[in-house]
C-alpha cells in the first residue's frame, strides 16, 4: 500500500488532497503510521516499530492498522495495491 504522492502533509498531521480538495488531521500516531507507509515499510516492519514503541501487542495492532488503512482505502489516500 503505497500513500498518494501528491497528498500535503504537515508535521502537525493536517493532510490536503488537491485531487479533491478534501482535508483531513491525523493524530500522531495516525501521522506516524502515514509516515512509516510513505518510507515503503511492509507491515510486519511498521507492526514491529510499532510495537516496541508503544505499549501493544501485535495482534491488537495490526487489527487497528488495517481499520486504519481501510479508512485510508475509502478516503482514496492510497494507491491501491498492483495484483
Request: no cysteine.
Amino acid at each position: 500500500m503505497k500513500i498518494k504522492k501528491n497528498l500535503a502533509i504537515s508535521d502537525t498531521g493536517f493532510v490536503f488532497d488537491p485531487s479533491t480538495g478534501d482535508s483531513y488531521t491525523l493524530n500522531p500516531i495516525g501521522l506516524e503510521i502515514i509516515q512509516l507507509l510513505k518510507n515503503n515499510l511492509s507491515l510486519e516492519e511498521i507492526t514491529e516499530h510499532m510495537t516496541r514503541e508503544y505499549d501493544v501487542d501485535s495482534n491488537t495492532f495490526e487489527r487497528y492498522f488495517y481499520d486504519f488503512t481501510g479508512m485510508l482505502k475509502q478516503m482514496q489516500l492510497v494507491i491501491p495495491d498492483e495484483a
